[in-house]
């Protein structure tokens, strides 16, 4: 009889130590998890290239403007994109774009200054890889896709246009602290010219 109680106060307090070391294994503070930023009911449509569809899509989407456009791109060669620009500025819309190094060769930042835009460059070691716009404060063009006519003849690459208010905020807040970035240059005729010589 003294044999089994004792067996039994041992898997007792054997079985209080474990859940005790179980309990504070799991209040450990686990890793956080990126917050990031979402809005799983905007709707939103996708585009693939190489085909003439994101370009169509994203100069639609432009066009649709009615107040601002603010981008952050990588690259901007595409001669029908400049176009649309060069319309919206003529409409007096707030436009301003942000590119990387410039000017660079085949680009159009120089082609949208001389249209009264007002143009950046991102001079930094690194590179501003980005490839959205800000739509009236409520749409938001992204993707992979550089808008370029590679981009849309060539390369693999992806669109997404998406409706949220919410998500056109968050990338307003990242163009405007690129924008204001002492990174960010203002590209000046100057600079235009000396490329070209």
């Known amino acids: 009889m003294k044999k089994p109680l004792k067996v039994l106060f041992i898997g007792i307090a054997l079985g ?35 085909s003439p569809e994101p370009e169509k899509a994203l100069i639609q989407t432009l066009r649709s403007a009615q107040q601002s456009v603010h981008a952050a791109l990588y690259q901007l060669t595409d001669p029908e994109i400049a176009q649309a620009l060069t319309e919206i500025a003529k409409r007096g819309l707030e436009l301003k774009i942000l590119l ?45 896709y550089n808008w370029t006519t590679s981009a849309q003849t060539r390369n693999e690459e992806n669109l997404l246009v998406i409706q ?34």
């Open 100 to 144: 990387d190094d410039e000017p660079s060769q085949g680009s159009k930042g120089c082609l949208l200054l001389s249209s009264g835009i007002p143009i950046k460059q991102y001079v930094d070691s690194g590179i501003m890889h980005h490839k959205f716009a800000v739509i009236d404060s409520a749409l938001v063009i992204t993707g992979s």
């Open 16 to 50: 209080f130590v474990l859940g005790w070391l179980a309990s504070s294994y799991s209040n450990l503070e686990s890793p956080s998890v990126p917050q990031g930023f979402s809005a799983p009911s905007a709707p939103l449509r996708a585009y693939f290239s190489p």
């Open 164 to 197: 949220s208010p919410e998500l056109a905020h968050a990338f307003e807040q990242e163009f405007q602290k690129l924008w204001t970035h002492k990174k960010a240059k203002a590209l000046t005729q100057a600079d235009c010219s000396s490329s070209t010589k």
